[in-house]
């Protein structure tokens, strides 16, 4: 995927945005292949879709420190699952000014997709099962793991 990235930004390098927390593994070792210029910030979301409170709403709890107005940024997101999130962000971020915007991810689930979002790069396919490590949590949990795990369903209860 690396290659593509630097294929694609070549001319002028590319801002990498990561959604925390659990882009950062998948960012940091995207970033780490590029050889184009990186900018790299973050932003923090809280989702409340699976919650009575405030279905389908998204509220950004940390901001990007730079501007990205005139940037070519690629939002890396460690799953794009319902695209909801994915929406949210990228008419958010595109009201910023940017030269360019797209989505990278690491899973994509679109077998759940409901908001069709435009995922220019992805490593893998996934059914839809819930899947931890590389990132990926249950509770804050296996983030750390080095690989993908599945996880029980009477584990995720």
């Known amino acids: ?16 945005i990561g959604v925390l927390k659990g882009s950062v593994f998948f960012l940091t070792a995207l970033a780490r292949e590029l050889t184009i210029p990186v900018k790299i910030d ?28 005139g940037e070519d940024v690629l939002l890396v997101e460690d799953i794009v699952d319902t695209g909801l999130t994915s929406r949210y962000l990228l008419q958010n971020l595109a009201g910023r000014g940017p030269n360019s915007l797209a989505i990278c991810t690491l899973l994509d689930r679109s077998v759940r997709r409901i908001a069709k979002v435009p995922v220019e790069f992805r490593c893998f396919e996934i059914p839809d099962r819930f899947v931890v490590g590389c990132g990926l949590d249950h509770r804050q949990l296996y983030r750390n793991l080095k690989y993908i795990a599945v996880m029980d369903k009477e584990s995720i209860s």
């Open 1 to 16: 995927m690396a290659s593509e990235v630097d294929a694609r930004y070549r001319a002028n390098g590319v801002c990498l």
């Open 42 to 69: 973050f932003l923090s979301i809280s989702n409340y879709s699976g919650s009575r409170r405030a279905p389908g709403v998204v509220r950004i709890e940390k901001d990007l420190d730079e501007s990205i107005e």
